[in-house]
């Protein structure tokens, strides 16, 4: 019989980037050992909060556990980026990683019941655009053309 959490594909998921994060952490020494230790503490908080979050019965204690593991996640991510940088970990194989360590971010927001969004200061690209709004390629399309044809009528 398997424990609530032990069901939960996150969790699974979860588990095997631990193992993954075991077996490169192996070989990391000397100026990369503090990124090692760190990796390893925030890879063990990702199923470690999981399971003890999918044990809570208050809605808010739940969503405090799964954003902390959602955040480790994000952690893990970003470790990963420095140790690409260093030249402790090959580019690609940390690629493959991040995209599942993506899919459990989201997956831990819908669990945690709260958006898993990313954004920028629009104003900053000053670009009209809505990162809620769901692509349509016909009507990007359209808006290209209209704006095309406003330039030309102004020149």
Known sequence: MALGHERLDVYRLSIGYVAWVYE????????????????????????????????????????????????????????QDVLVFGKALDKMESRKRKDELDRMAAMLSRLGGRGYQVREDQAAYSVDFDPDSDFDPEERESQQTDALDAHSSRQ
């Open 24 to 79: 490169k952490a192996d070989s990391l020494n000397g100026v990369h050992r503090p990124a090692r230790d760190q990796w390893l503490r925030a890879s063990q908080s990702i199923p470690l909060n999981i399971a003890e979050g999918n044990g809570k019965t208050a809605e808010s204690d739940r969503r405090r556990y799964f954003e902390i593991s959602r955040g480790s996640a994000l952690e893990c991510a970003a470790i």
